[in-house]
């Protein structure tokens, strides 16, 4: 009787702590790179993978960075000129290009993507003291894309602001794979893919343009239920059957 | 009916000890097949050689290890939480909380025996006089010499004023004067009433108070017969060699 | 349960008086000392390095503490035969065991609660933003070292060594803290494997929803997550004690 009573009140709290455990994990968004991804290892040092292995990610950030710190704070070895190793190194500082300021600001994000601090120093550095604008707008994006996944409004609104750009600077046919991902999104407005529809229509792209003429046949809009039906009807004697 | 007039039975006990080594696992009997009983306001004291099984007895008889086969009984019950309350336990050497103090351990040894906080206060003022540990049980333990230690060893196996008092090895690492203290606590409290059942392998120091005495041999009880002064030198070596 | 809550009282006040404690105490104090001297290396984030290294800090010397606690419970005093005097009296194992864990969970509390006014003053002169994720982040590390110091005591009762619980303990710590990143390899494994890391999900227990300390700008949990997440250390603190408890029933000392 004993025995029975212990092992029941043991699975009772067992099945408890399972349950809550899922409960729990799907509240739970795990943001940062994983360690056993290549994005972690190409980027971490050993040390990252011991201290994260005890939980303390945030602290194999800071002293990620503050590696980052020192390394950009002095010349480094491989950029010195052989004649002027081991002299005073503060008149190269100026003129030293710390190549791998980037490898060492994507560790530091990728260890944690809550440094905002990091992604914005070393994309200063990068863009504004050593005029590599290539790769600020890396690590930028690094962080944009990872908040992007976690984020639908900011996900959106980033690749709105990009269509908006890139059909400024390089006209409609740049535009077209912007607007194909955003109609992907479940809640894309019918007026987007009308749109996207009259510039494959303009390329004179008709099989892609009753693709997207297609989706607008059943749409709540009356206008573009109409404008889709009569598109369609007008290109069936244009496409090959 | 519990059989009162025996304080402790043992009936066909045999303890067996299994170490595992990898693979291997090997045997060892502790006690085999004894049958011992002390009989109530006794001091029976259990003789034997290192490793013959005296301190396994100890430790069946206070439920700390199990029994394979056989019975115990204490008071004519099984041991068991009821019996404990009966028994008071004085162990080879002080294992002890070193971070308390005295007080606090007796506190905590009568919290543990089930008295009432009232209770508790009355019986270590009564042990700290008859004890002579007054002076010193607000000391952390661990400042405590050998002979304190033992003293408030005896302390906490009297608190709950037990009615049997199991020591085993009670002289073990005393000075002379410490010993004689030892004895002397010892028949006061038999003729107070208490069983003492004790384990030793100091002959002279046993046969000084004993009035029984069985002696063990690899876990089997080879003899077992009334002290009489002067021969239990001479038994034991003889049933230690004989057996 | 009188006797769980004396027994715990008196664990308190030996442990919190052991040598342990003082050296776990004096050790964060010194990690305090050197943050700071590590966060003049970076003056820019220097509140957020005070703060990591020193919650780490709490954490880890409170790991290291309360383990040694469980072990000396657990095995230590039954192998230096100090059990045998509790264990002689007519205290039933159960609540023996019971009162002596809660009596560790008191000292980890006492440890957090005095490392982490310490460490909040210190952040409070660098005027630090402290919100309620930081606050919440003790709470965290106090149910991580709840639940580590179950299993701690469990792997002790089973044990015939001191360093084995502890190596296995440490390496049931590193394990838990590292099944959100086991997620990872889910989709790279055979079935059989997968079946595996979920049952050792269950069994082993899981730090990285307890972790909160690790984000503490609270962007990785939305708040619905933080009463399960307490839920399951508590229900997995009580099963694992549940099994240490029936186990020391039956030990012998």
């Known amino acids: ?35 056993f991804s290549r994005y972690f290892y190409e980027a971490a040092h050993y040390q990252d993978f011991w201290i994260t292995f005890f939980g303390h990610r945030r602290i194999a950030a ?28 503060d008149h190269f500082l100026s003129f030293s290009k710390h190549k791998r300021l980037l490898n060492y600001a994507l560790r530091c994000v990728r260890l944690d993507r809550n440094f905002d601090y990091a992604y914005l120093f070393s994309a200063a550095a990068l863009a504004w003291v050593q005029k590599r604008k290539s790769e600020a707008v890396k690590i930028l994006i690094e962080g944009i894309e990872d908040y992007k996944k976690y984020n639908e409004v900011f996900s959106k609104a980033v690749l709105y602001l990009s269509a908006i750009q890139v059909r400024d600077e390089k006209g409609d046919v740049a535009v077209l794979p912007y607007l194909e991902e955003a109609i992907k999104m479940p809640d894309c407005p019918d007026m987007v893919k009308n749109i996207l529809a009259f510039i494959y229509e303009k390329q004179g792209d008709y099989k892609n343009a009753s693709r997207i003429w297609l989706m607008l046949v059943n749409s709540r809009d009356k206008r573009y239920r109409k404008e889709s039906r009569r598109k369609l009807a007008q290109y069936e004697s244009r496409l090959p059957r | 009916m519990p059989d009162e007039t025996k304080a402790i039975e043992l009936r066909n006990v045999t303890k067996i000890y299994r170490k595992s080594h990898f693979f291997k696992t090997t045997a060892f009997r502790g006690v085999d097949n004894l049958s011992l009983s002390v009989e109530k306001g006794v001091i029976y004291c259990l003789l034997g050689l290192n490793g013959a099984g005296k301190t396994t007895t100890v430790k069946l008889i206070l439920n700390l290890i199990f029994p394979l086969t056989g019975e115990i009984l204490v008071m004519g019950r099984p041991v068991g939480a009821e019996t404990k309350k009966k028994i008071g336990y004085v162990s080879e050497s002080p294992y002890f909380f070193p971070y308390l103090t005295g007080f606090e351990l007796l506190d905590l040894m009568g919290i543990l025996s089930g008295m009432s906080k009232k209770v508790r206060r009355e019986r270590i003022g009564e042990l700290m006089g008859f004890l002579s540990i007054s002076n010193f049980v607000n000391k952390k333990i661990k400042e405590y010499s050998k002979g304190m230690q033992q003293r408030l060893l005896l302390a906490q196996a009297l608190l709950h004023d037990p009615e049997i008092l199991i020591m085993d090895e009670p002289y073990s690492g005393l000075d002379p ?17 208490k069983t003492i059942f004790m384990t030793s392998h100091i002959i002279a120091e046993a046969e000084k108070i004993a009035v029984r005495c069985g002696i063990l041999k690899k876990g089997k009880l080879v003899k077992e017969f009334p002290v009489v002064k002067g021969s239990l030198e001479s038994e034991f ?6 057996g | 349960m009188k006797s769980v809550h004396n027994v715990s009282v008196y664990t308190l ?33 220097e509140t957020r390095v005070i703060r990591d290294v020193g919650m780490g800090a709490i954490q880890f ?41 809660l009596g560790i969970v008191a000292v980890v509390f006492l440890e957090i609660l005095m490392m982490g006014a310490l460490l909040t003053g210190l952040l409070l002169l660098k005027n630090a933003p402290l919100d309620g ?28 060594s001191f360093v084995s619980p502890f190596v296995f303990t440490f390496l049931i710590w590193i394990t838990g803290h590292l099944f959100r990143e086991f997620d990872y390899l889910i989709g790279k494994m055979p079935s059989l494997a997968v079946i595996f890391l979920k049952v050792a999900k269950w069994i082993i227990p899981n730090f990285t929803i ?27 603190t009580a099963a694992v004690l549940v099994i240490s408890c029936a186990i020391f029933e039956k030990k012998e000392f």
């Open chain 1, 1 to 35: 009787m004993r025995k029975i009573a212990v092992v029941g009140l043991f699975f009772f709290f067992f099945a408890f702590s399972v349950f809550f455990q899922k409960v729990a994990e799907s509240h739970f968004v795990f943001r940062n790179t994983n360690v």
């Open chain 1, 62 to 89: 800071d002293v990620a960075f503050i590696q980052l710190l020192q390394y950009y704070g002095k010349v480094p070895e491989e950029e010195l000129p052989e004649s002027e190793m081991g002299k005073h190194r």
């Open chain 2, 177 to 193: 004067v410490g010993i004689s203290e030892m004895r002397e606590y010892i028949l006061k409290l038999n003729s107070a009433g």
């Open chain 2, 237 to 242: 070596l003889q049933a230690v060699k004989e």
């Open chain 3, 13 to 45: 006040k030996e442990n919190a008086r052991s040598r342990s404690f003082s050296l776990s105490v004096i050790f964060v104090v010194f990690v305090f000392a050197s943050a700071f001297l590590f966060s003049r290396l970076s003056e820019v984030v």
């Open chain 3, 61 to 101: 010397f409170s790991l290291l503490a309360a383990l040694f606690f469980a072990i000396k419970v657990a095995f230590t005093e039954g192998a230096n035969k100090t059990i045998y005097l509790p264990l002689s009296r007519p205290v039933k194992r159960w609540q023996y065991l019971s009162g002596r864990f």
């Open chain 3, 133 to 160: 994720f930081y606050f919440l982040g003790y709470l965290f590390i106090f149910l991580k070292i709840v639940t580590i110091t179950s299993v701690g005591i469990l792997l002790s009762l089973v044990s015939t």
């Open chain 3, 210 to 236: 307890l972790n909160i300390p690790d984000y503490v700008e609270g962007r990785f949990f939305q708040a619905g997550g933080y009463l399960p997440a307490i839920l399951y250390a508590v229900f997995y």
